[in-house]
């Protein structure tokens, strides 16, 4: 068997399968939903963002379906930054955050919706949102692949640190990102699910400051420390 790393990436995507079974990223009922979340993700907990979403569905301020989430986000993008900070707190950087997702919705509501971006391909789309002010290389991929469908990995401290781990150590984001695109099959409920169990096998296993690798399903081909 061919244990170099390119060869071992989508053994590692089966490994993981097997061991913690499909996540089904991302959680949310609408587009808008996802993609607001995704924004509040940065530099925080799962729990938090959970937080501040269950806010915003007590305000009716998100749609519980696709049904009319246009409305829903220009009610978002009309509400009183102060009012938004206050439902967002929990999520930490809200200052930041608030015109992240007002910039956001700025972008979604003169675009026409999300149908309005449907004609555009993978790399004018992800250049569009990387030009939103807030939203970064990581933000951007997670609304390109859990909003709109599009083949564009994911990459994260957990999948960094994972790779490292196991001796794959690239220069940036990009060279991560176009690795594992190269080396796992162009479908795009793999790159959905590989990248949350990415997330959690680095949050139960592969810890900033404690591996567990005797009880990780990847620990056979742990390397580095």
Excluded at 120 to 149: H, P, Q, S, W
Excluded at 173 to 187: A, G, H, R, S
Aim: charged share 30%.
């Amino acid at each position: 068997m061919d244990h170099s790393p390119t060869s071992l990436i989508y053994e590692y995507y089966k490994k993981l399968l097997n061991y913690f079974g499909k996540q089904n990223w991302w959680p949310g009922n609408s587009k808008l939903e996802i993609a607001i979340s995704a924004i509040l993700t940065q530099n925080t907990s799962w729990k938090n963002v959970e937080k501040s979403i269950e806010k915003f569905k007590k305000l009716n301020l998100l749609p519980k379906n696709e049904n009319n989430y246009f409305e829903y986000a220009k009610k978002i993008y009309n509400l009183d930054n102060e009012k938004l900070k206050e439902i967002i707190k929990s999520c930490g950087f809200y200052n930041s955050k608030v015109k992240t997702i007002k910039n956001f919705l700025e972008f979604l509501i003169d675009s026409k919706g999300f149908e309005g971006l449907n004609y555009l391909n993978d790399f004018e789309l992800r250049k569009k949102l990387l030009e939103i002010k807030g939203i970064g290389n990581e933000t951007a991929d997670c609304i390109m692949l859990y909003v709109f469908n599009r083949f564009s990995f994911v990459v994260d401290k957990y999948t960094i640190r994972i790779l490292n781990r196991h001796n794959i150590k690239l220069k940036n984001y990009y060279e991560y990102k176009q690795f594992i695109e190269k080396n796992i099959p162009k479908d795009i409920g793999i790159y959905k699910e590989f990248h949350a169990l990415f997330v959690i096998t680095g949050k139960k296993f592969c810890k900033k400051n404690k591996m567990d690798c005797e009880n990780c399903p990847l620990g056979l081909y742990k390397i580095s420390k």
